[in-house]
């Protein structure tokens, strides 16, 4: 995975209701800390990479609409902006807030920062 993507920063809050707002940041900042530790565990960084990948591609099967989750661009590494998203996360068992992202990954030793 490129540096620039490894050191992508906070997100920008969403327009409106604060204390959502707050909630989402916290969120998207917790999964960022979470995949950028995982990605500098030690020779783990292409199982990290594969398995990221696995799961980017269920998303973008399963929902023809996934560039308009904001939660897709976090794991992704991309820098879509919060506005830009018209969700936050995956409905239901997708939910990367739900499923929680370290499990996804999954990784031995790969405790959280």
Not at 13 to 34: C, F, K, L, P, Y
Request: overall charge negative.
């Amino acid at each position: 995975m490129p540096p620039e993507i490894l050191e992508m920063s906070a997100p920008e809050a969403a327009v409106d209701g604060s204390e959502r707002v707050g909630e989402e940041i916290r969120i998207a900042n917790e999964i960022i800390e979470t995949r950028n530790h995982l990605y500098h565990l030690p020779g783990k960084m292409a199982e990290v990479h594969d398995r990221l990948q696995e799961i980017i591609w269920e998303l973008q099967g399963k929902y023809p609409d996934f560039k308009q989750v904001y939660l897709f661009h976090v794991i992704s590494g991309s820098s879509a902006n919060r506005a830009e998203c018209s969700r936050f996360d995956f409905p239901g068992d997708d939910s990367i807030v739900k499923i929680g992202f370290v499990a996804q990954i999954s990784f031995k030793g790969a405790k959280r920062p």
